[in-house]
């Protein structure tokens, strides 16, 4: 068999179909959205601060995330212990989910973790802080 040359893109590209391959796998399809599945963070930056915003369904208080900053590091998580029960005159389907999602990513900037705000609404949670 002949040598090939190592291709590191090409890698890349076979590692990313077998991640996305994993998440279609159990459990993690059987995971319903409704119940509170990953969240999807935006990190932005402005002049004077770097704000994350963290979306996903049933979020819609600030403690539904946790947010925490060491160093340039952000680390996103959100707890899930709920269910999803459908009545009638018969129980149909009852599904439960509990768990821990997390997420660390790089921030751009380095920011104050001590004077960090927050803000929720139906869907989001906001996290800002200001720039050191």
Known sequence: MPLMPFDPYQWMQRMRQELDRLWEMEPFSRIPASLGGPIQVEVRETPREVIAICRGPGLKHIHDVKAEVRGRMLTIRRDVDTSLEMKGRQVYKKEQFAG???????????????????????????FRWPKI
């Open 100 to 126: 821990r999602f997390q997420r660390t990513l790089p921030l751009p900037a380095s920011v104050n973790a001590r004077k960090q705000r927050a803000a929720a609404g139906d869907g989001y949670v906001e």
